[in-house]
Every structure is written in C-alpha cells, then in structure tokens.
C-alpha cells in the first residue's frame, strides 16, 4: 500500500471517529465522555454557588440597589442581555476547533446565569429565608431521578423537542407581556408548569448527551445540562417563595 493511500484512508479514518457519536464509540470512550460531561457539569455549579455567596454576602447593599432598578420593563432589557450572552456562550461551546474557547463558553454562560439569579436569590434570602437550601435539596433529586431514569432506560426523547420549543416559547411569550403590562400572575401555578417544562428538558437534554453528541463534545453537553439545571432550579426556588408567602 502506497503512502498517498494510507494517508486517505488514515484521514478518513480520523474523520469518521470525529463525526461518531459517543453511544457508537467503545464503552471505555463512552464512560470518560459521560464522565468528563458529568464532572463540568459539578464544576459549573461549584463556580455558580461560589460567585452566588460570595456576591451575596460581600455586596448586599450593590445588589439591593441593581434588584431594584430591574423592575418591570429593566428586567427585560437584562433579559435580552442574557440571550445574546447566551447565545454566545453556546456557539463558544460547541466550537469543533477550540478546547480554550469551549471552556470560555460555558465559563460565560455559568457566569451570564450567577448575574441573573443575584436578584432572585436576594430577595428569597431577605423575605423567605431557608427556601434557597430546600430548593437547591429538591432540585438535586429531582435532577438525579431525572437523569437515572434516562441512564437505566436508554430511552431517546428527541420527540420531546416540538413540544419543548412550542412550551419555551409560550413560556417566554407569557413572562414578557406580564413583565410589559406589569401584572402580578407569575404565581405557584405557573412555576409548576415552568417546573414541568424543565423536567422535560432535563430528560430531552440527557438523551441528547447520551445518544447524539460526540466524545469530544463534554463541554458542550454540560453547558446544555446546566442550563436545563438552572431553568429547573429558578422555578422550583419561586414555587417554594410562593408557597411560603401564601
């Protein structure tokens, strides 16, 4: 076999790993792949507990002060804000060229989520004290019975993606005209539903990191994995505030 021909096929060889996803990869691949998505993923909410606290309890006072100058039509401009951030990061982490700039996305993004929940967490620290922790409790498990459901079954919710994007949008839709006309509707019943929602997501998500990323793709799957976390995390922590203020 001539040189030239051993260097096409070694080529297609290489690129054909590249594109295999990690379910098609021996099983010594797949448990570092899930193994490494898994660790950023404890990583990303460690730096995200770090900077709530430390922000928290070194910058009361900024914070009162940023919480409220948000209100109303302010949260949206903050919302918008995050999108872009969002939308950023994720493009950052799904880079097939450069690890640094993978790391730079989800380090963006991780950050981008600890600025939106400052108001948030403020305010369930000062007026409902204990809800953060019980949230956070209840997150976890609902979390990891999510992701063990999906890990024994082996089950593909990829048809779940319809259903999600239409559910995120009417979501979305619903928050930004309460934000607008400045009604007070986001109450107990619309957090179970968001609840509901990223439950869904969650398993969407872990089916997708499962069944249709790369081996190399860790980063960017645990990037997605904590935004489904987050999502989770935010509407779990209002429907225990509401639930405490009824």
């Known amino acids: 076999m001539s040189n030239s021909s051993y260097g096409r096929q070694g080529l297609y060889v290489e690129q054909t790993q590249s594109f295999a996803m990690a379910s098609q990869s021996s099983l010594i691949d797949r448990l570092s ?30 914070i009162a002060k940023f919480t409220s100058s948000i209100r109303g039509l302010g949260w949206l401009v903050v919302l918008g804000g995050f999108m872009v951030v969002s939308w950023v990061a994720n493009w950052w982490a799904h880079s097939s060229t450069s690890r640094p700039m993978q790391y730079a996305g989800l380090l963006l993004y991780t950050v981008a989520e600890a ?43 990829s048809f779940l993606r319809m259903g999600l994007t239409l559910g995120g949008l009417a979501a979305l839709a619903f928050v930004i005209v309460a934000m607008v006309m400045g009604l007070d509707i986001l109450g107990a019943l619309f957090a179970t539903l968001m609840i509901v929602l990223a439950s869904g997501y969650i398993l969407y998500h872990t089916s997708q990191v499962l069944h249709h990323y790369r081996p190399e793709q860790y980063v960017a799957a645990s990037l997605t994995l904590f935004a489904s976390v987050a999502l989770l995390f935010w509407y779990v922590l209002q429907l225990f505030m509401e639930l405490q203020r009824d």
């Open 115 to 157: 600025v939106m929940f400052l108001p948030l967490l403020f305010i369930a620290n000062k007026f409902a004290p204990g809800t953060i922790g019980s949230a956070a409790v209840v997150t976890g498990i609902i979390f990891g019975g999510l992701t063990l459901t999906v890990f024994v079954t082996k089950a593909d919710f």
């Open 33 to 62: 792949f899930i193994r490494k998505t898994y660790f950023h993923l404890a990583c990303a909410i460690a730096l995200f507990a770090t900077i709530e606290f430390a922000m928290l309890n070194l910058f009361p006072d900024q």
